[in-house]
């Protein structure tokens, strides 16, 4: 993890992540508890299981593990805390969120919010990979998995996410080697 510099929630980061998702903001309850995606209602951590993104079910307080399995997290607006309608007009830094990935460099940067894709891209935006990069790093956008978006919620984009990065053939790969051999005893 990055030092926090003040940030609300810390930037899980480093070098050779598969998948950086972004966020908005934190929200209240996410703050509070100082876990990325912590209220109840949120989808995101049943996202990334059923999609196959992580090989498990992780709660929000194990965000921090999510770069073992290839995955990094960050927010565009990481010293405000809110829905998007409630923070002020400059709390998106967009400058320091490219600045980050051209750093860091993962494979796709996946954002959680047509809002948040829009910001940071300056023009409307479909659901799906998008034909703009950050340098080499691919840039996805997905349904907001708060429950308050739950009106456009589909587990599709996810699920294209997870084809897109290979982490799922890689976990279920890891599974494979990581299991003991079994032998017939006669």
């Not at 498990?56 to 829905?83: C, M, S, V």
């Not at 996946?110 to 034909?131: E, I, M, P, W």
């Not at 897109?164 to 080697?177: G, I």
Request: charged letters at 15%; glycine letters at 10%; hydrophobic letters at 40%.
């Amino acid at each position: 993890m990055c030092a926090d510099d003040g940030h609300v929630l810390p930037d899980v980061l480093q070098s050779g992540l598969a998948l950086v998702f972004c966020g908005t903001a934190a929200g209240k309850r996410s703050a509070a508890e100082g876990a990325y995606y912590a209220h109840p209602g949120n989808l995101f951590w049943r996202a990334l299981h059923q999609s196959g993104l992580t090989p498990r079910l992780l709660a929000p307080a194990e965000f921090a593990q999510l770069p073992g399995y290839g995955i990094g997290l960050t927010d565009l607006a990481k010293h405000h805390i809110g829905n998007d309608n409630e923070l002020p007009r400059d709390a998106f830094d967009t400058s320091a969120l490219i600045a980050k990935i051209e750093y860091h460099a993962p494979r796709v940067l996946a954002f959680t919010s047509k809002n948040g894709a829009r910001a940071a891209l300056g023009h409307a935006v479909d659901y799906g990979l998008q034909a703009d990069t950050i340098g080499s790093t691919q840039i996805f956008v997905l349904p907001s998995p708060s429950g308050q978006a739950r009106g456009h919620w589909t587990l599709a984009p996810w699920l294209a996410l997870a084809e897109l990065t290979d982490l799922a053939a890689e976990h279920r790969k890891n599974e494979t080697l990581s299991r003991p051999a079994s032998f017939d005893i006669c």
